[in-house]
């Protein structure tokens, strides 16, 4: 049996921004952590015996809220052997004394989310003035901060792909790599809003991502070609396909204020997660992608997660007819967004530069 490459590990559930696509932040309470630090650091010794060259993916909420616990994690996460990754709203990198903390003691791969390359954009998808300056303003001081510290880390933009930000991708790609000057601009696919999973959080409709996710399939396509040969991005043809259609699926569909509970479906079986992902959520449940629909496990005693990843192989079978919108996600996706194995994140569409 293969090993799994990534365990997903969530730390919090809480944020301080109030994005249009995500409710964490509309939660009613905060959530318990029924996990607990020294057992999640045990389950991280775990997995390093399970796939000791796998990568630990630290999630949240905004996890940097997080402060202690995420930076332990890393710290672990190292002896072992293994790396870390994480994304980040960048509203915690300040000054150029927490960038360089950052840089010295944090994850190998940070990305800050950008939900477009103007603040009108992102400043509203995000849902707090000035939120793009405080983005922009982070990764400059990573930036600087990676160069003084002379460390390896990569430095990345997650965008997102909505009906505000598309048209303006060349936009993105030029703010991203000449302005700003990371390695990569990664494009992930608006899904439905992240709901939370608890009890008593409800949404009864879904008319952010009824709104935002029509966009123009075709005029998409010309986009992706363009920014494809202007920044030499070596676009995997695949993944331009099925990003296209599943944009093109949604163009014009009714009763997309449903989200989630409205059953969609890609057109194609794109995601991969059983073959590859561990998700541990807060109250130490393992599961084999982020969603409710599939079963899941207790990390109550030590080997239980090298247990569930090998005894996964009805359930995997039962997720190989999923085709759920999330499996366009980044995180879950079969297909790599570039076709060099130089440029690949977790499947997402990066620029050609080197780590500075």
Same mark, same amino acid.
């Given at each position: 049996m293969n090993s799994p490459r990534f365990l997903f590990l969530t730390i919090n559930e809480v944020c301080n921004l109030r994005c249009l696509h995500c409710q964490h932040w509309q939660a009613k309470q905060e959530a318990v952590d029924l996990l607990g630090d020294e057992r999640r650091i045990e389950i991280i010794r775990e997995f390093a015996e399970? #796939?000791? /060259?796998?990568? %630990?993916? %630290?999630?949240?909420?905004?996890?940097?809220?997080?402060? $202690?616990?995420? *930076? !332990?994690?890393?710290?672990?996460? !190292?002896?072992?052997?293994? !790396?870390?990754?994480?994304? @980040?709203?960048?509203?915690?990198?300040?000054?150029?004394?927490?960038?360089?903390? *950052?840089?010295?003691?944090?994850?190998?791969?940070?990305? @800050? #989310?950008?939900?477009?390359?103007?603040?009108? @954009?992102?400043?509203?998808? /995000?849902?707090?003035?000035?939120? *793009?300056?405080?983005?922009?303003?982070?990764? $400059?001081?990573?930036? /600087?901060?990676?160069?003084?510290?002379?460390?390896p880390t990569t430095i990345y933009i997650m965008g997102l792909l909505t009906r505000s930000s598309y048209p303006h991708l060349d936009e993105f790609y030029d703010l991203a790599l000449n302005q700003i000057g990371v390695d990569k601009l990664k494009l992930t696919a608006l899904q439905p809003t992240f709901l939370y999973t608890r009890i008593g959080q409800q949404q009864p409709s879904d008319d952010f991502f009824a709104i935002e996710s029509q966009v123009d399939p075709e005029a998409l396509s010309v986009l992706l070609a363009r920014c494809d040969a202007k920044y030499d991005l070596h676009y995997n043809p695949r993944w331009v396909d099925q990003i296209v259609s599943y944009y093109r699926s949604l163009n014009g569909t009714s009763d997309l204020t449903k989200g989630w509970s409205g059953g969609f479906t890609t057109d194609n079986h794109i995601c991969n997660s059983p073959e590859r992902n561990i998700m541990v959520s807060l109250d130490g449940r393992a599961s084999l992608c982020f969603s409710n629909a599939f079963a899941n496990i207790s990390l109550n005693r030590p080997g239980d997660l090298k247990r569930f990843w090998e005894g996964k192989e009805l359930l995997s079978s039962q997720m190989s007819t999923c085709n759920a919108l999330c499996g366009i996600g980044h995180c879950v996706r079969r297909e790599h967004a570039t076709s060099s194995p130089k440029h690949q994140g977790i499947g997402e569409s990066s620029s050609r530069r080197s780590t500075k």
């Open positions: 399970l #796939s000791p /060259r796998g990568k %630990i993916v %630290i999630s949240g909420g905004e996890p940097m809220l997080a402060h $202690d616990i995420y *930076f !332990r994690v890393c710290e672990i996460s !190292r002896s072992l052997g293994l !790396r870390t990754i994480s994304v @980040i709203n960048g509203t915690r990198i300040r000054t150029l004394s927490e960038a360089s903390t *950052f840089i010295e003691a944090g994850p190998d791969e940070v990305g @800050i #989310s950008m939900d477009g390359p103007t603040p009108e @954009i992102h400043d509203r998808l /995000r849902g707090r003035d000035g939120t *793009f300056k405080q983005a922009v303003d982070a990764l $400059d001081l990573l930036l /600087r901060a990676r160069t003084t510290l002379r460390k």
